[in-house]
């Protein structure tokens, strides 16, 4: 059993990560976005105080928003997950984990899966900030020997995630579904991504918990590419039901391939994602049938 901290508990990762962790026999602690101020050297040094193991999950904004204010990106996400690293530090904190962006700090690739190696090109302010508080946990691994681990996340999807954040493609396709609204498409829906179930992602997080060797950078996602077109007609195969389609010009922040390489992640975690798109869909459509039933 370690004592565990978890950032953003309230969101849609953190919940499956607070249940994993507390069925596996963890004691955790949860601090959500608006619980504190993280700005505040007290508030960090509170929130860390015998905890041997921090998850840092909790992130202020949504890459298709974050160019909208970046000054104010910085301020809430970076400075205030140094302010958390501060304070792991000085609490002798065993292990800091941070949920990163493969989605976004890679920026258009030049080749497929996307390896951790890369270049980094990110397009939106919320990238940027992501790949910067990379860059800062790895000056406080080497320079104060903070033990960290970064994963970077593909696109995760499944039950409870907030619709309302415009957030995650195959939660919103399936709101609107069952809602009778269109689904809305950007572009010809050649786009594709890798989308990895959040059950599956929530164990990459337990796993890091226990192994994985300090500094390592880590992709998580499914490993495999589905357009979005490809999705639809999942969606319509698991759904029975065709829905309306919007067609809209393509955004400019929305990279045209991106597949995660997760070779690194099995070999250093010994996980891997099992749960297929198709029976991702599934249990997320099962779970939002029943969503909509409890509000009848």
């Not at 849609?12 to 050297?41: E, N, W």
């Not at 508030?43 to 921090?54: M, N, P, Q």
């Not at 995660?260 to 997320?284: F, H, K, M, Q, V």
């Amino acid at each position: 059993m370690k004592h565990i901290l978890v950032t953003g508990a309230t969101g849609f990762i953190g919940r499956h990560v607070v249940d994993l962790l507390k069925q596996s026999g963890h004691q955790v602690a949860t601090i959500s976005k608006t619980a504190g101020d993280y700005l505040s050297p007290d508030f960090c040094r509170e929130a860390v105080d015998g905890k041997e193991v921090v998850i840092h999950l909790a992130w202020k904004g949504v890459p298709h928003t974050s160019n909208e204010a970046p000054a104010e990106d910085v301020t809430q996400n970076v400075t205030g997950s140094i302010m958390l690293m501060q304070a792991c530090v000085a609490a002798k904190v065993s292990r800091f984990i941070f949920m990163s962006s493969g989605g976004t700090v890679y920026g258009t690739p030049e080749s497929i899966p996307i390896r951790e190696s890369h270049r980094f090109q990110p397009i939106s302010s919320y990238g940027i900030t992501k790949l910067t508080v990379e860059r800062y946990l790895h000056c406080f691994h080497e320079s104060q020997g903070l033990d960290c681990l970064i994963l970077r996340g593909a696109n995760a999807y499944g039950p409870g995630q907030n619709f309302s954040r415009g957030q995650g493609v195959i939660g919103q396709w399936l709101n609107n579904l069952i809602n009778g609204k269109a689904i809305r498409i950007y572009g010809d829906g050649s786009q594709i991504r890798d989308f990895v179930y959040v059950e599956d992602l929530a164990e990459a997080i337990g796993c890091a918990v226990e192994r994985g060797d300090a500094g390592s950078i880590l992709n998580i996602g499914s490993g495999q590419g589905h357009s979005l077109t490809e999705v639809l007609d999942t969606i319509q195969k698991v759904t029975g039901i065709h829905p309306l389609i919007e067609t809209v010009p393509e955004r400019h922040f929305d990279v045209p391939k991106n597949v995660l390489d997760c070779r690194l992640a099995a070999s250093n975690l010994g996980w891997r994602s099992t749960t297929s798109l198709e029976e991702g869909i599934r249990r997320t459509w099962q779970w939002m049938k029943t969503q909509t039933s409890s509000e009848r």
